[in-house]
Nanobody
Framework: QVQLGESGGGLVQAGGSLNLSCAAS????????MGWYRQAPGKQRELVAA???????NYADSVEGRFTISRDNAKNTVYLQMNSLKPEDTAVYYC?????????????WGQGTQVTVSS
């Protein structure tokens, strides 16, 4: 079982920056594909960014060039640096961990952290 805890959300003005962190419990962090998802009111949860075991990354088109996902396996932590924030980035951001392809051996979620971008 993997437990995830997010931090770093808050209120920021448009154009500002925030850095989200997600700490994972256990000793298998380096074997996990990590991702950040978000869910805005009335919308479906969507993938924002993901980082594989190899370190390769992928981003939603809407955040490409503004957000950066990274991981520190020594600290069991994944980060999401968010720059040039827009009001449409307002959402609850969730950390996700997958063990195995498509999470076939485990799919874990954090409790979420609120990000609010004011115009």
């Amino acid at each position: 079982q993997v437990q995830l805890g997010e931090s770093g959300g808050g209120l920021v003005q448009a154009g500002g920056s925030l850095n989200l962190s997600c700490a994972a419990s256990g000793s298998i962090f380096s074997s996990l594909t990590m991702g950040w998802y978000r869910q805005a009111p009335g919308k479906q949860r969507e993938l924002v960014a993901a980082i594989a075991i190899s370190g390769s990354t992928n981003y939603a088109d809407s955040v490409e060039g503004r957000f950066t996902i990274s991981r520190d396996n020594a600290k069991n932590t994944v980060y999401l640096q968010m720059n040039s924030l827009k009001p449409e980035d307002t959402a609850v951001y969730y950390c996700n961990a997958k063990l195995g392809t498509m999470g076939r051996y485990g799919n874990y979620w954090g409790q979420g952290t609120q990000v609010t971008v004011s115009s």
